[in-house]
């Protein structure tokens, strides 16, 4: 599941959207600058390997357990090691969509990525649901609260980089 962040100047605040529209130039240019940073920031952290798995396990459910060693860890052996796949799963996207409208955007669509990092929401209780036990135990961020805080610091570079480069046009007319 992706998380997307869109930036739009809001069309009732006439200045913002002359700005805007009078710097097509720097836009899209100065979003995907930033955007690239803040998203490859988070993207380095959630790929970051934890520590040694922590015993005993401490399983969701039995149900759970008894799945693991009736499939013979899923299908994976055991014990069952990293592999890395999940962790280099993490993909960027930042596009231009047209008329000011610039979407970033944070996935991992491999199987295992919601057991591991949780589900990718702003509301943290949801996001802890997936996360299995013994992967927060062991050290997996949980995805959501990185994320959002992520594009929570995006926005802000924004308004405070497209000001300073409205300002600086000004200043030269």
């Known amino acids: 599941m992706p998380v997307k962040m869109k930036i739009t100047a809001k069309p009732g605040n006439t200045k913002a ?8 130039d720097i836009g899209f240019k100065l979003f995907k600058k930033l955007a690239s940073e803040r998203l490859s920031r988070v993207i380095n952290i959630l790929k970051a390997l934890p520590g ?3 015993y005993p396990i401490l399983w969701t459910t039995i149900r759970q357990q008894v799945a693991f060693f009736a499939s013979n860890g899923f299908g994976r052996g055991i014990p069952t090691g990293r592999t890395g796949d999940t962790a280099s799963g993490w ?4 596009v231009d969509k047209g008329g000011g409208v610039f979407v970033a955007s ?7 990525a919601k057991f591991v990092y949780g589900a990718l929401t702003r509301n943290v209780a949801k996001a802890r649901i997936p996360q299995q036990r013994f992967h927060s135990a062991t ?3 949980l995805a959501s ?4 805080l992520e594009f929570q610091g995006l926005r802000q570079d924004i308004k405070r980089q497209f000001s300073t480069e409205v300002k600086r046009r ?3 007319r």
Do not use: C, E, Y
């Open 52 to 54: 040694p798995v922590v």
């Open 106 to 112: 944070i996935t991992n669509n491999k199987p295992a």
């Open 139 to 141: 050290g997996w961020r």
């Open 17 to 24: 959207v002359a700005a805007f529209n009078d710097l097509p």
């Open 170 to 172: 000004a200043s030269q």
């Open 145 to 148: 609260p990185l994320v959002d």
């Open 91 to 94: 993909r960027k996207r930042i």
